[in-house]
């Protein structure tokens, strides 16, 4: 495989993955298992997810069913994190589940509930604590919009007074 087949997945894992689970993976490869970083980075994000057929959400919400019925529930944590950075609600990932559970069985679906529950509980604080901050920080600029919209009546008010005072 070229290396800018490499290059390719590796953009596109990392947008969709994130690039603390990308970096994760790929530190933790060593000689053995570096051949399979690659194969996976080349094949699956260089070649199929790019591909224009499906969206990335709906190819998310695809590969979590995937990976329930696969029982692959570290995998699935991945990427029901990664369902959600490409626009997947958290109820749409709860129906993926249910509706791949009458499938795929009761057992499949509840590790992979818990296994996703895991993941939707982080993402919400983190959406929160964004949120929080992106608050606080609209808060401290408008208080110092008000700060410097502050002393300019006073100077108006001083220069009427002077323009008055001249013409008495």
């Given at each position: ?56 959400k709906t190819r998310s919400l695809v590969t979590v069913a995937t990976l329930v019925a696969l029982k692959a529930h570290n995998e699935l944590k991945g990427h ?68 410097n919209a502050g002393p300019a009546p006073a100077l108006w008010f001083k220069g009427v007074v002077a323009v008055a005072a001249k013409a008495l």
């Amino acid at each position: 495989m070229s290396q800018s087949l490499f290059e390719e997945g590796l953009s596109v894992r990392r947008e969709v993955m994130g690039d603390e689970f990308v970096e994760r993976a790929l530190q933790g490869a060593d000689a053995f298992t570096m051949p399979l970083q690659k194969l996976v980075t080349e094949n699956c994000w260089g070649t199929v997810w790019p591909r224009d057929g499906l969206d990335r959400k709906t190819r998310s919400l695809v590969t979590v069913a995937t990976l329930v019925a696969l029982k692959a529930h570290n995998e699935l944590k991945g990427h029901v994190r990664g369902a959600l950075r490409n626009g997947a609600t958290v109820e749409e990932i709860q129906e993926v589940l249910l509706h791949t559970t009458v499938y795929c069985g009761m057992p499949a679906g509840l590790e992979a509930f818990r296994a996703a529950k895991e993941v939707v509980d982080a993402w919400q604080q983190e959406q929160q604590e964004q949120q929080e901050q992106q608050e606080q920080q609209e808060q401290q600029e408008q208080a110092g919009a008000r700060l410097n919209a502050g002393p300019a009546p006073a100077l108006w008010f001083k220069g009427v007074v002077a323009v008055a005072a001249k013409a008495l």
